[in-house]
């Protein structure tokens, strides 16, 4: 069975920083694209930084200089650096991985930037 658990949202004052982490269990086709993405209340989801299997990354422009997206091929993980936060970065936040055969998303975690 397919598991996705993430981990690292919370609250933080604006200019703070927090790290997502999603680990993915049970997954036996090979990952290809890992990507996090975003759902502020009455807005629809946004992509918010993604990383090939060869580790080439793209970003939103709104957060492009302050979030970084890495990934541990071992250990099927995929992880947000978010820096210099600011309140409109406030949204639940959803890891996405990519296979051969199907995407799967995380359960979602809450980030909230108080200003």
């Known amino acids: 069975q397919v598991q996705l658990v993430e981990s690292g949202g919370g609250l933080v004052q604006a200019g703070g920083s927090l790290r997502l982490s999603c680990a993915a269990s049970g997954i036996i086709f090979r990952i290809n694209g890992m990507g996090w993405y975003r759902q502020a209340p009455g807005k629809q989801r946004e992509l918010v930084a993604g990383?090939?299997?060869?580790?080439?990354?793209n970003y939103a422009d709104s957060v492009k200089g302050r979030f970084t997206i890495s990934r541990d091929n071992a250990k099927n993980t995929v992880y947000l650096q978010m820096n210099s936060l600011k309140p409109e970065d406030t949204a639940v936040y959803y890891c996405k991985i990519n296979t051969i055969t199907r995407n799967y998303w995380g359960q979602g975690t809450q980030v909230t930037v108080s200003s």
């Open positions: 990383i090939t299997s060869g580790g080439t990354t």
